[in-house]
């Protein structure tokens, strides 16, 4: 629900964001990172540990990301919030789910979090 809420947040206002999604995680982060907006693969129902794979997707891009200024959050995974950087991954395969984007971005999310009485970390 707080996923869904940030959604709604960030279609709301003057400067609406709207859904973009080349298919490859690279340019996708690329354009995020350059012209803002967040990437999204939260966990959900259907891919509760997400889709993306923590070492050769999820961990390299956080890395970039956390370079270049911006956050790189796993969203509620495992029962809390944590950085990309801070997972532990139990097999070369496993996955985790992702949200990077500029601070500004992914504290609209974590707010949606706090709203629903989830613990974030400081940005």
């Known amino acids: 629900k707080p996923i869904q809420d940030a959604v709604v947040e960030f279609k709301k206002g003057p400067k609406p964001y709207a859904a973009r999604y080349v298919g490859s995680m690279v340019a996708d982060i690329h354009r995020t990172l350059l ?3 967040i990437y999204m693969y939260p966990a959900d129902n259907k ?3 997400g889709k993306l794979r923590c070492l050769y997707e999820g961990i ?3 890395l970039i990301t956390e370079q270049a200024g911006g956050i790189a959050s796993t969203g509620m995974f495992e ?3 944590q950085r990309v950087l801070n997972l532990v991954p139990d097999a070369i395969h ?3 789910p992702i949200l990077m984007g500029g601070k500004r ?3 609209i999310v974590y707010d949606q979090y706090k709203k629903a009485g989830i613990e974030t970390p400081e940005l």
């Open 94 to 96: 496993c996955k985790c």
């Open 105 to 107: 971005d992914i504290q």
């Open 60 to 62: 390299p891009m956080a």
């Open 79 to 81: 029962g809390k919030i």
């Open 35 to 37: 012209y803002g907006g």
């Open 47 to 49: 891919s509760p540990k």
